[in-house]
């Protein structure tokens, strides 16, 4: 029995389209679109036979992934896509593939994203004339840091000679009265 066919009770065939159409996903006002062979008759978000590929127009250059033989095989046993996903279809090349045509020129991709150092380094050069992989400043918060510390074990330093200062002193009275005593006695 061919795809596109269902049996109802009665034994007749009647046809049955299945399309090749976009699922909406993503928040208001950030579509993103997966491409998805479905039933005609189902819900435009509801479930599909199987994703294909994904979609997002709001990208720049748009984004655009269609599995290219999985697009073929269900072209070739009659899934009709929509105008939307035609036009996706035409700008990947699948559609062509299909009837045959030349493929068309290639799609834009996005520039990679450019390292940080790399642009920290150009903007010096720009600004001083050489390049210094260094970082102009030292960190303030590492230096607060380490700061406080120091001045910690200072005080800690300080307060143990304070105690030692004073208790010599006392120690050195008790000493002197205790001889004084066994003299009288």
Do not use: C
């Not at 009770?9 to 009647?14: K, N, R, S, Y």
């Not at 299909?98 to 642009?119: M, S, T």
């Not at 700061?147 to 307060?159: I, L, R, V, W």
């Amino acid at each position: 029995m061919p795809l596109n066919q269902d049996m109802n009770p009665e034994g007749d065939t009647t046809n049955v389209a299945v399309k090749i159409r976009l699922k909406r996903i993503g928040k208001k006002r950030a579509p993103h679109y997966r491409i998805v062979v479905m039933d005609a008759r189902a819900k435009r978000d509801g479930r599909a036979i199987e994703e294909i590929g994904k979609y997002n127009p709001k990208a720049e250059p748009s984004f655009i992934h269609v599995e290219s033989d999985r697009a073929q095989y269900w072209l070739g046993v009659g899934a009709q896509p929509t105008e939307a996903v035609a036009a996706i279809f035409k700008a990947s090349g699948d559609w062509q593939k299909f009837k045959g045509l030349d493929a068309p020129p290639p799609l834009r991709v996005k520039e990679p994203k450019r390292d940080k150092q790399e642009i920290f380094n150009e903007a010096l050069a720009e600004a001083h004339g050489t390049l210094k992989t260094e970082a102009v400043t030292t960190k303030k918060a590492a230096a607060k840091k380490a700061e406080p510390k120091a001045d910690k074990a200072e005080k800690k330093d300080d307060a143990v000679e304070a105690k030692v200062e004073d208790a010599a002193p006392a120690a050195d009275a008790a000493a002197a009265d205790a001889p004084a005593d066994d003299a009288k006695a």
